[in-house]
T-cell receptor
């Protein structure tokens, strides 16, 4: 079946790098997504990667994809207090006609001084 | 600027009441979704609609129904609210296109059932 797993908590010091990890099960997923949820708000798309890519960089964000191990990671460089949020990994399985997203439980990132 | 709005940010209802949660999007999207979000469980899909009057069950449809009479509006109905339906409810929409499917989310409705 489809399943996405993430660790629930991560605590980092301001200025350090954060790495949030995710594993997924459906190898047919063509796109994989990272969403961010700030306190009291809905989810917002942070970045995504196409399944034929290994890496994607966007300013302070780096996404790494290991398709063989079905492992996705999000690295945030120079983490700031404004990065404190819940980060969700999501896949788009073919079984949903690529219209549905399967989300992980979310990783709560806490940034401390 | 794309927008998904939900009728209420906070709602308190009593057990057994009928509850309506409304969602409106202004992007002419075909797909609309209702999720519930619970700590440690992430987002779970309740129902999905890919066109007007069309609906598909998600992973946890029991105790819920939906209505989509117009393209821009997707309603979630709790026929008889129960305390285990206390949760954050998120609506989302997306274009029906290919395999890249960015979903746009509303701000959420926090429902408490007493």
């Amino acid at each position: 079946g489809e399943d996405v797993e993430q660790s629930l908590f991560l605590s980092v010091r301001e200025g350090d790098s954060s790495v949030i990890n995710c594993t997924y099960t459906d190898s047919s997923s063509t796109y994989l997504y990272w969403y961010k949820q700030e306190p009291g708000a809905g989810l917002q798309l942070l970045t995504y990667i196409f399944s034929n890519m290994d890496m994607k960089q966007d300013q302070r964000l780096t996404v790494l994809l290991n398709k063989k191990d079905k492992h996705l990671s999000l690295r945030i460089a120079d983490t700031q207090t404004g990065d404190s949020a819940i980060y969700f990994c999501a896949e788009t399985p073919r079984s949903g006609g690529y219209n549905k997203l399967i989300f992980g439980a979310g990783t709560r990132l806490a940034v401390h001084p | 600027d794309v927008k998904v709005t939900q009728s209420s940010r906070y709602l308190v209802k009593r057990t057994g009441e009928k509850v309506f949660l409304e969602c409106v999007q202004d992007m002419d999207h075909e797909n609309m979704f209702w999720y519930r979000q619970d700590p440690g469980l992430g987002l779970r899909l309740i129902y999905f609609s890919y066109d007007v009057k069309m609906k598909e069950k998600g992973d946890i449809p029991e105790g819920y129904s939906v209505s989509r009479e117009k393209k821009e509006r997707f309603s979630l109905i709790l026929e008889s609210a129960s305390t285990n339906q206390t949760s954050m409810y998120l609506c989302a929409s997306s274009l029906r296109q290919g395999s890249h499917n960015e979903q746009f989310f509303g701000p959420g409705t926090r429902l408490t059932v007493l």
